[in-house]
């Protein structure tokens, strides 16, 4: 079982930054890949980015590639998401996710991959 905690969301100009982070319990945190998703009202969630279990490897949606960076600490059970130049379009709800099967990364954006999820945190970008 795994439980996760996202922070670092809130109001942010246009152009600016900011840095999610999403905690993690459970000791197979590092077996795991994990994923940021963001869903806006009215709309499906979405895959933002993914990074393996070791972080070797990192994936990214296309409207963020080069504004975001995730990364992970396995020691400190820990994944983030730096988020630089945002727009008002990265206004959401942000979520990190778990992936149900250790080792794998496979269709990293499906959300029907992951089986754990955070409650999420808003983030307002204003324009």
């Known amino acids: 079982q795994v439980q996760l905690v996202e922070s670092g969301g809130g109001l942010v100009q246009a152009g600016g930054s900011l840095r999610l982070s999403c905690a993690a319990s459970g000791r197979t945190f590092s077996a795991h890949s994990m994923g940021w998703f963001h869903q806006a009202p009215g709309k499906e969630r979405e895959f933002v980015a993914a990074i393996t279990w070791g972080g070797g490897q990192t994936y990214y949606a296309d409207s963020v590639k080069g504004r975001f960076t995730i990364s992970r600490d396995n020691a400190r059970n820990t994944v983030y998401l730096q988020m630089n130049s945002l727009k008002p379009e990265d206004t959401a709800v942000y979520y990190c996710?778990?992936?149900?099967?250790?080792?794998?990364?496979?269709?990293?954006?499906?959300?029907?991959?992951?089986?754990?999820w955070g409650q999420g945190t808003q983030v307002t970008v204003s324009s």
């Open positions: 996710a778990a992936m149900k099967d250790a080792h794998y990364i496979g269709t990293y954006y499906d959300t029907r991959q992951y089986a754990y």
